[in-house]
């Protein structure tokens, strides 16, 4: 079993639609939770970090966190064309550790 | 702009040869991390470095190594390369050593023919 688990897409949903995007993990221990968003082979950009359970909110964006699921997510609301990526979801234990990436899952908002 | 800047951006070359990759990172950020994503796979943490010193390995070939020098930017060595090592290789940084945020640079694409 892979320490962190995405659906690897592709999502492909209308524009204006509500996207959810899911990652699982196995290690109970992570407790910082981040999602990146990578353009095509370009580097990924931090969208959202939070820390623990609980959920986060900018803008068009919501990251939710259930630690007692091992389970996180990140929703993106009214989904435009320019939200077409890949989103990857890290996790990271603590002071020392390194971050753990999940494979990512490709989002294609269709105009 | 993330404020990670590394080169070269493509490469081109071949196999057995060896390439170095430069990377510099934010204004302030003291680690470094180094970062592999070949087609269609996730990112694999190669090696991490705080201040100079190095901090912790991941799947970084032998054939691979690097360093952090005093003024804090970082250089990836890839040597005997093979046609499985073409990739994108990821520079990141972060200020601190723990439980802080990583900001990618944009990536040096490397092909090996």
Redesign the interface.
């Given at each position: 079993q892979k320490e962190v688990e995405q659906d690897p897409g592709p999502l492909s949903v209308p524009e204006g639609a509500i996207v959810s995007l899911n990652c699982t993990y196995s290690n109970s221990a992570f407790?910082?939770f981040?999602w990146?968003r990578q353009y095509s082979?370009?580097?990924?950009?931090?969208l959202m970090?939070t820390?623990s359970s609980g959920n986060k909110e900018d803008g068009r964006f919501t990251a939710q966190v259930d630690k007692s699921s091992k389970y996180i997510s990140l929703f993106i609301r009214d989904s435009q064309p320019s939200d077409s990526a890949t989103y990857?979801c890290a996790m990271?234990i603590?002071?020392?550790?390194?971050?753990?990436?999940?494979?990512?899952t490709r989002l294609s908002v269709l105009p | 702009d993330s404020g990670v800047t590394q080169t070269p951006k493509h490469l081109i070359t071949a196999t057995g040869q060896r390439v170095t990759l430069r990377c510099s990172p934010r204004s302030g950020d003291l680690s470094v991390y180094w970062y592999q994503q070949s087609l269609d796979q996730g990112l694999q943490f190669l090696i991490h470095y705080y201040n100079g010193e190095e901090r912790a390995k991941g799947n970084i070939l032998e054939r691979f190594s690097a360093q952090q020098f005093p003024d804090l930017h970082s250089e990836l060595n890839l040597s005997s390369l093979e046609l499985g090592d073409s990739a994108l290789y990821f520079c990141a940084s972060s200020e601190r050593d723990r439980g802080d945020t990583i900001y990618f640079g944009e990536g040096s694409w490397l092909t090996v023919v």
């Open positions: 407790q910082y981040m990146y082979r370009k580097g990924p950009e931090l970090y820390y990857l990271l603590g002071y020392g550790q390194n971050f753990v990436f999940g494979p990512g | -």
